[in-house]
């Protein structure tokens, strides 16, 4: 049986007013791709979105350079954005955990239950199957954030 993946509003509302600095894992410099979208619009919105991308580590995507892996970073991150397939998000949640992320949230179609289930024994919260650019637009809406 899966698990239920309808979040409360007020859920995703909180995490997308709490969170400043966002990791998104599978960054790409391609204007076309779905996660240079997304991280030019979290940007807009002034967030700081850090790419993370092993094939790109070391150039600058939208004004941040890329980095290899989580652990990379060397600075704290509110929010892990994972743009990969389900198969690669255990170890990213795993970094996740180990850099001490408050939330893992996994884009649209991206769905690991077991690594959600083990970030939130480890005190994150887990969003999946969602996109922070539509639920912002979404929430904004409603008159919720």
Known sequence: MTKDLRYPDALIADVLRSVKTIALVGASPKPDRPSHEVMKFL????????????????????GEMARESLLAIGEPVDMVDI??????????VDQA?????????????VRDDAAAAKAQAAGLIVIMDRCPKIETARLTAAGLL
């Open 43 to 62: 940007q807009a919105l002034n967030y700081r979105v850090i790419p993370v991308n092993p094939g790109l580590a070391g150039q600058i995507v939208l």
């Open 83 to 92: 743009f990969r397939r389900p198969e690669a998000v255990a170890p990213i």
């Open 97 to 109: 955990i180990a850099i001490k992320a408050k939330v893992v949230w996994m884009q649209l179609g």
